[in-house]
Nanobody, 112 residues
Framework: VQLQASGGGLVQAGGSLRLSCAAS????????MGWYRQAPGKQREVVAV???????SYADSVKGRFTISRDNAKNTVYLQMNSLKPEDTAVYYC???????WGQGTLVTVSS
């Protein structure tokens, strides 16, 4: 199972970014997928999860601002991030939950 995350970058507070994670090596459509993040000096935390059936869950800190989605035809999971805050600065990782496989991470930096 391989995951390739992209879409990170530098954005001002209040701005938006969309992360993408392309997956291969598994039957993507039946896997639960997630986005996680790790800020400097902090533990990795879950941001959002999307299940194979489309159900989603979010960390309280991002509810109403972030949206996780998936395109099974493209084997890709997305994280739309709006109203970004400096505290969202972190390396963001995608994960195939069922296989416990992780992508390489993409850095998101939000300036104040």
């Amino acid at each position: 199972v391989q995951l390739q995350a992209s879409g990170g970058g530098l954005v001002q507070a209040g701005g938006s970014l969309r992360l993408s994670c392309a997956a291969s090596g598994s039957i993507f459509s039946i896997n639960d997928m997630g986005w996680y993040r790790q800020a400097p000096g902090k533990q990795r935390e879950v941001v959002a999860v999307i299940r194979s059936g489309g159900g989603t869950s979010y960390a309280d800190s991002v509810k109403g601002r972030f949206t996780i989605s998936r395109d099974n035809a493209k084997n890709t999971v997305y994280l739309q991030m709006n109203s970004l805050k400096p505290e969202d600065t972190a390396v963001y990782y995608c994960r195939n939950v069922d296989y416990n496989a992780w992508g390489q991470g993409t850095l998101v930096t939000v300036s104040s």
